[in-house]
């Protein structure tokens, strides 16, 4: 086995708001985990969708944002370590001789446990792309949708497209490391923060980037290596703006992704699983939150996180072949209250 295959208790693919509490339940019961997850942030639905909207469902929380709700699920599960795979899509699952799943990611990470949980809610967010003629020649190379590693866009000329919180928070980061930065947006309004927004103004007011209101109409140079980006305003016409990457930030979609080729049945993309584990009906793969169906299933994120404890007990028995599962509660359970690290 390479050195670069991560061992693991559980594989998580997903870390919305139901992978998240699974990685508590799991911890509670010993269990390791590692999470996948397409977006560069925790949270799913809720850090990506409706950050600053009001939940008031959560149990014993009155009210909370999508994105509190993440930042405490974040802390609840800081004692147990998961290790997150972000911005990378769960992409192959294989099973191995001695029974555990290997999954890669298209970022090239495998991970092998016994256990594989299924959290992908409505499926992979996956990029809005702008209308421009052979722009899958430029990716991966020039034309990008998030952001891996910010060192790839040092000393660059860096054209972002977008009027949301992705594109302006990369003007904002990226600046002090490309050699050039420009924002272009169809209209001068932006849907980002307002600290955002002055923030990216106030790098133009300084003369650190430019800001173009303007139509993207097509790219330049040979594929894959882009040398400029044609531009249309009403004032000036057609022009084309030189720089050697394209970030278009135009928001998610999402759709089921790879999951549907992990070999298990679906029924209209999604996973059907049992109420007592939560197990599809691949033995060892387990689906909970929005993405599984059962009689009554309501998609709620509470829901998902009752899913997410009986899954847990599944699982250790999976991963724990031969020990003895205990009930116990956290309030009285010093076991419990160690691995917390509250005693
Ligand atoms: C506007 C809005 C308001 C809502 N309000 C409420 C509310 O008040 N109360 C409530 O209970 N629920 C509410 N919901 C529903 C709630 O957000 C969902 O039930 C919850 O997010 C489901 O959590 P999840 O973890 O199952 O999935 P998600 O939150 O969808 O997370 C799944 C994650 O899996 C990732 N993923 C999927 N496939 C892959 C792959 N192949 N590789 C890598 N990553 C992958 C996705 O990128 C995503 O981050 C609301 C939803 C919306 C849109």
């Given at each position: 086995?390479?050195?670069?295959?991560?061992?693991?208790?559980?594989?998580?693919?997903?870390?919305?708001?139901?992978?998240?509490?699974?990685?508590?339940?799991?911890?509670?019961?010993?269990?390791?985990?590692?999470?996948?997850?397409?977006?560069?942030?925790?949270?799913?639905?809720?850090?990506?969708?409706?950050?600053?909207?009001?939940?008031?469902?959560?149990?014993?929380?009155?009210?909370?944002?999508?994105?509190?709700?993440?930042?405490?699920?974040?802390?609840?599960?800081?004692?147990?370590?998961?290790?997150?795979?972000?911005?990378?899509?769960?992409?192959?699952?294989?099973?191995?001789?001695?029974?555990?799943?290997?999954?890669?990611?298209?970022?090239?990470?495998?991970?092998?446990?016994?256990?594989?949980?299924?959290?992908?809610?409505?499926?992979?967010?996956?990029?809005?792309?702008?209308?421009?003629?052979?722009?899958?020649?430029?990716?991966?190379?020039?034309?990008?949708?998030?952001?891996?590693?910010?060192?790839?866009?040092?000393?660059?000329?860096?054209?972002?497209?977008?009027?949301?919180?992705?594109?302006?928070?990369?003007?904002?980061?990226?600046?002090?490391?490309?050699?050039?930065?420009?924002?272009?947006?169809?209209?001068?309004?932006?849907?980002?923060?307002?600290?955002?927004?002055?923030?990216?103004?106030?790098?133009?007011?300084?003369?650190?980037?430019?800001?173009?209101?303007?139509?993207?109409?097509?790219?330049?140079?040979?594929?894959?290596?882009?040398t400029g980006v044609k531009l249309e305003t009403k004032?000036?016409?057609?022009?084309?703006?030189?720089?050697?990457?394209?970030?278009?930030?135009?928001?998610?979609?999402?759709?089921?992704?790879?999951?549907?080729?992990?070999?298990?049945?679906?029924?209209?993309?999604?996973?059907?699983?049992?109420?007592?584990?939560?197990?599809?009906?691949?033995?060892?793969?387990?689906?909970?939150?929005?993405?599984?169906?059962?009689?009554?299933?309501?998609?709620?994120?509470?829901?998902?996180?009752?899913e997410a404890a009986l899954?847990?007990?599944?699982?250790?028995?999976?991963?724990?072949?031969?020990?003895?599962?205990?009930?116990?509660?956290?309030?009285?359970?010093?076991?419990?209250?160690?691995?917390?690290?509250?005693?």
């Open positions: 086995m390479s050195d670069s295959v991560h061992e693991t208790d559980v594989i998580i693919v997903g870390a919305g708001p139901v992978g998240l509490f699974a990685v508590f339940e799991l911890g509670l019961l010993g269990l390791k985990a590692h999470l996948v997850d397409i977006l560069d942030r925790p949270g799913g639905q809720c850090a990506e969708l409706y950050p600053e909207k009001p939940i008031y469902d959560i149990p014993a929380i009155p009210v909370c944002t999508g994105q509190e709700l993440t930042d405490k699920l974040m802390e609840q599960i800081a004692p147990f370590d998961a290790q997150f795979h972000l911005a990378e899509m769960a992409e192959a699952l294989t099973k191995q001789d001695n029974g555990n799943w290997r999954l890669t990611t298209d970022a090239g990470t495998v991970i092998e446990a016994p256990v594989l949980v299924i959290a992908a809610g409505g499926g992979s967010f996956v990029p809005k792309k702008p209308h421009l003629g052979n722009l899958e020649a430029y990716e991966g190379e020039s034309v990008f949708y998030s952001v891996r590693r910010m060192e790839q866009f040092r000393d660059r000329d860096v054209l972002i497209a977008g009027g949301g919180d992705s594109a302006l928070d990369w003007v904002i980061a990226l600046q002090p490391i490309a050699k050039s930065i420009a924002l272009v947006h169809h209209r001068d309004g932006f849907r980002a923060a307002p600290h955002s927004v002055e923030a990216m103004r106030a790098i133009v007011a300084e003369g650190q980037g430019k800001l173009h209101i303007a139509q993207m109409r097509g790219l330049e140079g040979d594929p894959p290596r882009l004032e000036e016409g057609e022009f084309v703006y030189p720089c050697d990457m394209l970030l278009p930030f135009y928001g998610l979609t999402m759709k089921l992704g790879p999951v549907a080729e992990f070999g298990i049945n679906l029924d209209q993309n999604l996973i059907p699983v049992d109420t007592e584990k939560f197990e599809t009906s691949v033995p060892g793969i387990f689906a909970i939150g929005d993405i599984n169906h059962y009689p009554g299933k309501l998609k709620l994120i509470l829901s998902g996180f009752h899954m847990s007990q599944a699982a250790f028995k999976l991963a724990r072949p031969g020990e003895r599962l205990r009930f116990q509660y956290t309030t009285s359970s010093s076991e419990l209250q160690k691995k917390l690290g509250v005693r």
